[in-house]
C-alpha cells in the first residue's frame, strides 16, 4: 500500500527536525524532497567513516550561509571542501569589511556610478571588495615568497590565508575553519577570481612561482581512493559540483550524494542534471541513496543543517 499524505501540523511550533519529518510526511512537491533531504544529510553528516565531500560556488559565501558552512567545517563534519576561486575573494573581504543588503531591481548603471557592486539582492562597494584582497594577499604572498616558497597548492594557500587571518579576524571565516581544522579546500579554477588575479600580479615580479594544481589532483586522489564511503553535498552547480563527481567515479561513485540547485534540466548543464544523471556515468553508484531538492540554498540549507544536526545529538 502506498504511505498516505498526512496534513502538516505547525500549531505545536515543532522543532526544525520536526517540521522536517512533517514535511516529508506531507508528501507535497518539494517538501517532501526536503524532508528526505534532512534524513540524508543526518546519515552523511553522522557517518564518521564516510570521506565527507562539500562543495559549492562562492556567492554563497557573499551571504549569511557563509556562517553554516564554517560552523560544518569547524565542528568536524566535512573531509574535504571544493569551491570557486570567490569563495576566497569573498571570504577575505568580509573579514575586514562589511558587505549590505540591497534589492534585485536597484538601477546598476546608478549603482556603478557609486562604486557600489551588485550581487543579486546584496550591495558590496567596490573598496570593500578588490582592494581589501589585495592589501592582504600581496603581503602573504611576499612573505610566503621570502619563506621560499615556489609552489604552493589551493589547499595550503587557503590554510595560509586562514593563518593569516588569525583567530579574531578569521573567527567567522571559513579559511580559519579549514586551517584550524586541517580541511583541506581544493580550488580548482583558482585563477577565476580577485585572489587568482592577485596572484598573476604578484607572478610578474616572481616568475619563480607556481601553483601546484597537480599536487591538488593527488591530494584528492588520496582522500578518494583511501575512502571506506564516500558522500558529497553539493550546493549549486559548476566547477565545484562537477570536480567533487568526477573524482568519485574513480571508485565507482558517491556512496551517498545530496544536492540543493536552482539550474534546470532540460539544457543539458551540468549545474542542472539530477544526481540520477549522475549514476549513469559511474559518479553516483547505482546502490547510492541520493536526493536532488529544487531550490535556492540560502533558504533551504541553514534550515536543513538545523533540523540534521538536531537529529545528531539526539
Known amino acids: 500500500m502506498p504511505r498516505k499524505v498526512e496534513d502538516v501540523r505547525v500549531d505545536d511550533a515543532p522543532s526544525l527536525d520536526v517540521l522536517a519529518r512533517r514535511l516529508e510526511a506531507g508528501g507535497g512537491f518539494t517538501a517532501k524532497a526536503v524532508g528526505e533531504g534532512v534524513d540524508l544529510l543526518a546519515r552523511i553528516l553522522g557517518d564518521e567513516e564516510m570521506t565527507r565531500f562539500l562543495s559549492f560556488p562562492a556567492d554563497l559565501v557573499a551571504t549569511g550561509t557563509r556562517g553554516v558552512l564554517a560552523q560544518l567545517v569547524r565542528d568536524g563534519y566535512v573531509d574535504a571542501v571544493i569551491t570557486t576561486c570567490g569563495t576566497l575573494d569573498h571570504d577575505i573581504a568580509r573579514s575586514f569589511r562589511p558587505y549590505y543588503h540591497g534589492e534585485w531591481n536597484l538601477d546598476d548603471a546608478e549603482l556603478h556610478r557609486k562604486g557600489l557592486y551588485r550581487l543579486g539582492n546584496l550591495i558590496i562597494p567596490v573598496g570593500n571588495y578588490g582592494p581589501v584582497v589585495e592589501r592582504f594577499l600581496q603581503p602573504l604572498l611576499r612573505k610566503l615568497w621570502k619563506n621560499g616558497t615556489r609552489a604552493i597548492s589551493t589547499r595550503d594557500l587557503v590554510w595560509a590565508i586562514g593563518d593569516a587571518l588569525g583567530p579574531k579576524r578569521g573567527v567567522g571565516s571559513l579559511a580559519r575553519a579549514a586551517f584550524e581544522k586541517k580541511v583541506p579546500v581544493f580550488i580548482p579554477g583558482i585563477t577565476d577570481g580577485a585572489v587568482g588575479s592577485q596572484l598573476w600580479l604578484f607572478w610578474q615580479d616572481h616568475k619563480g612561482l607556481s601553483v601546484d594544481l597537480m599536487g591538488d589532483e593527488q591530494a584528492l586522489s588520496d582522500l578518494v ?53 549522475a549514476v549513469s556515468w559511474g559518479k553516483v553508484k547505482t546502490t547510492a541513496r541520493h536526493t536532488t531538492i529544487d531550490g535556492d540554498v540560502t533558504v533551504l540549507f541553514p534550515l536543513m543543517v538545523g533540523a540534521a544536526l538536531e537529529r545528531l545529538r539526539r
Open 225 to 277: 581512493y583511501g575512502a571506506r564511503r564516500s558522500g558529497a553535498v553539493m550546493l549549486g552547480g559548476g566547477i565545484s559540483k562537477h570536480h567533487t563527481i568526477w573524482w568519485n567515479q574513480f571508485r565507482d561513485g558517491l556512496d551517498a550524494a545530496l544536492y540543493i540547485t536552482t539550474a534546470v534540466e532540460w539544457d543539458g548543464s551540468l549545474s542542472g542534471a539530477r544526481t540520477r544523471e
